[in-house]
């Protein structure tokens, strides 16, 4: 069983910048892909960005592109969202997920190949 906690929402201003962390619990934080996500109200949880084990690979939905940086620190088995130029489109429930499987080039932003989910963590951006 994994347990994440996700950190670092809050409220700020369109064109600011937030990170968000989320530590897992467990010893084998480097055999997992990470991914977040993202649920605003009313509507379904949607992918984010995804980096696999080693950080060597990352991917993003496209409306953050250039925008927002995953990254990872598999010695402090912590996974970041670097979130710059925010707008607030972005405003939602963030959720950092992982799961054991294999990225592929079509299944790392599908929420059913994800194992484990932390609690979400809101973030608003005022316009």
């Known amino acids: 069983h994994v347990q994440l906690v996700e950190t670092g929402g809050g409220l700020v201003q369109a064109g600011g910048s937030l990170r968000l962390s989320c530590a897992a619990s467990?010893?084998?934080?480097?055999?997992?892909?990470m991914g977040w996500f993202r649920q605003a109200p009313g509507k379904e949880r949607d992918f984010v960005a995804a980096?696999?084990?080693?950080?060597?690979?990352?991917y993003y939905t496209d409306s953050v592109k250039g925008r927002f940086t995953i990254s990872r620190d598999n010695a402090k088995n912590t996974v970041y969202l670097q979130m710059n130029s925010l707008e607030p489109e972005d405003t939602a429930v963030y959720y950092c997920?992982?799961?054991?499987?294999?990225?592929?080039?079509?299944?790392?932003?599908?929420?059913?190949?994800?194992?484990?989910w932390g609690q979400g963590i809101q973030v608003i951006i005022s316009s």
């Open positions: 980096i696999t084990q080693s950080g060597g690979s990352t």
């Open positions: 997920a992982t799961t054991t499987r294999l990225y592929s080039a079509t299944n790392y932003n599908k929420r059913e190949i994800y194992d484990y």
């Open positions: 467990g010893r084998t934080f480097s055999s997992y892909n």
